[in-house]
């Protein structure tokens, strides 16, 4: 869902990374399928590229959208920083959705020199981390967090920011829990009650800038616990670099909404009505939800709880 929140609120992002991941507005790419078939064909596994994502008509629906001031105008996707990656040997969504995601943002004027897209590792369907306790690099398996060789994470953001300092060796931050549910509208968003953000020390009196992390599907701390936002890279960077790292949470969900693996939704299952969809839109439930929190993180931290 990086995408399609970086584009909704195109004017609220300097930048984005989409790791396994197509363009925005990727269900909606065929208008003859319901979202839910482009999700999982066109945006997951499309048997080649020619029935898989159409950057031009994501970008075609973004300035339509735009129009009708449903989302941010698309001027602004031009000064992101883009991080794109792909495992080559990820089977889950292929290599050709996540390639898509580049010729979108140079259709939207992007620089060249804004874009970086990996795509020359042989991972599987994960976030990328240098821990040899993790999954293997080629395997795609949970936690999907695999050993590569590297920190994925601080690769990403050391792009979108760039002039960053090396990562802390020892954190010095900490971790905070809160109640992410007075933040969510609408009774189908299938996210937990509990998010998650890493405050540097530096930070605690504010004047940082907010990252937001989001995990994949069956990431979240209701699946594999911290291993997420406590073990993926993040909160090292940040410490040296005065981030605040949040983690919103979404929950899996077999009932209404129907999300069993617990992914952001970006094919409509949060929208209480499906015949009115938002959840490419500002409006929609949990992004509205990720805006407010950032919001709230430009406040004192005193609601913040251990």
């Known amino acids: 869902m990086a995408a399609q929140l970086a584009t909704a609120y195109s004017s609220r992002f300097i930048g984005v990374g989409v790791i396994a991941a197509g363009p925005y507005y990727c269900a909606g790419t065929y208008p003859a399928l319901t979202p839910l078939q482009n999700a999982t064909a066109t945006c997951m596994s499309p048997v080649n590229a020619a029935v898989g994502p159409l950057p031009a008509v994501s970008l075609s629906n973004a300035r339509y959208f735009a129009h009708r001031d449903w ?144 995990h994949g599907c069956q990431q979240g701390a209701a699946v594999i616990g911290d291993r997420f936002y406590n073990g993926t890279g993040y909160n090292q960077y940040a410490d040296t670099n005065r981030t605040i790292v949040l983690y919103p949470q979404a929950v899996p969900s077999n009932g209404i909404p129907f999300n069993p693996k617990g992914c952001w939704d970006f094919w409509g299952y949060s929208d209480d009505n499906p015949a009115q969809r938002t959840f490419y839109t500002r409006n929609a439930p949990q992004m509205a939800a990720i805006v407010a929190m950032l919001d709230r993180l430009g406040q004192p931290l005193a609601a913040a709880r251990p």
């Open 71 to 214: 989302i941010d105008d698309v001027e602004y996707l031009a000064r992101q920083r883009v991080y794109v990656f792909s495992g080559t040997n990820d089977q889950t969504v292929k290599p050709l959705v996540a390639a898509t995601v580049p010729t979108y943002y140079s259709l939207a004027q992007t620089p060249p020199a804004n874009i970086v897209y990996r795509h020359d590792v042989n991972a599987g369907h994960s976030i990328i981390v240098n821990n040899p306790q993790a999954v293997p690099c080629s395997t795609t398996h949970s936690p999907y967090i695999n050993n590569c060789g590297f920190e994925q994470s601080q690769e990403l953001l050391a792009h979108i920011y760039p002039g960053s300092t090396a990562p802390a060796t020892n954190r010095q931050g900490k971790i905070v829990s809160f109640d992410q549910a007075e933040f969510v509208k609408g009774r189908r968003s299938s996210m937990d009650q509990t998010a998650y953000a890493y405050i540097p020390a530096d930070c605690e009196q504010g004047g940082c800038k907010v990252h937001v992390a989001l």
